[in-house]
């Protein structure tokens, strides 16, 4: 047999194996394609799903942020309520007792009236005790910048009831002396006269402060 016949039948036989095989490699083929495309879609979806993940995760922190940022700004509107509730609460307590201090003021004067008709005219009405401590307690504790205005007017307090206290003793001393008791009344008057008026001018200007101050509670 010749060399060209053996290549011939060699050819022949690969042909035949071939056409006997071909569903072999038709399922290999398949199966490629199938990886094939299996991996394009696995590659696809690991990223997809590593994009999600991430968006999850970025999503989570921004959440947290969030969170974290309405904590804070919750605590600094509370804050700030407070404060401003403090601040209401703090004028309203001044303006009552701005409101208390003038009223104390002018009640010292009423009792220096009445101090005065039982010690020297022999009244039988009580005046009680002295709202000067009241002035001088309100006055330190809410309102230093009535301090000097306030101190006047109970330095001229003090000295009235000197005055009166003086001017007491002298009637009693006096007695039935009609003549001498009309010297100390006269005297008294001509003493507290002054201080009177004095301590009226005291008053003003307390007032006038006084005013300056609630109109400055009452806008803020």
């Known amino acids: 047999m010749t060399e060209t016949m053996m290549r011939e039948i ?21 199966v490629a394609l199938v990886v094939g495309v299996g ?12 994009e999600s993940f991430a968006t999850k ?14 904590a804070v700004a919750e605590e600094v509107k509370v804050s700030m309520s407070h404060a401003d509730w403090a601040a209401r609460e703090r004028r309203t307590l001044l303006r009552l007792k701005l409101e208390e201090l003038l009223q104390a003021v002018h009640e010292l004067q009423l009792w220096q009236d009445d101090e ?23 006055t330190g504790l809410y309102f230093p910048e009535l301090e000097t205005m306030v101190y006047d007017f109970c330095q001229s307090h003090r000295q009235m009831s000197i005055t009166l206290f003086k001017s007491q003793q002298e009637l009693f001393v006096a007695e039935k002396d009609v003549a001498a008791r009309k010297v100390v009344l006269d005297n008294f008057s001509a003493a507290l006269t002054p201080q009177y008026q004095s301590q009226l001018r005291f008053v003003s200007a307390i007032e006038a402060k006084a005013r300056e101050i609630m109109i400055d509670l009452v806008n803020t």
């Open 10 to 30: 060699a050819e022949q036989i690969a042909k035949e194996q071939f056409f006997l095989q071909w569903p072999v490699y038709a399922l290999m083929l398949a």
């Open 57 to 70: 995760t970025d999503f989570d922190e921004l959440l947290a942020q969030l969170k974290i940022t309405t």
């Open 116 to 138: 005065r008709a039982k010690r020297i005219f022999d009244s039988a009405k009580n005046p009680g005790p002295s709202p000067l401590p009241k002035v001088e307690l309100l």
């Open 39 to 50: 991996a394009a879609y696995l590659g696809a979806y690991a990223r997809k799903r590593g």
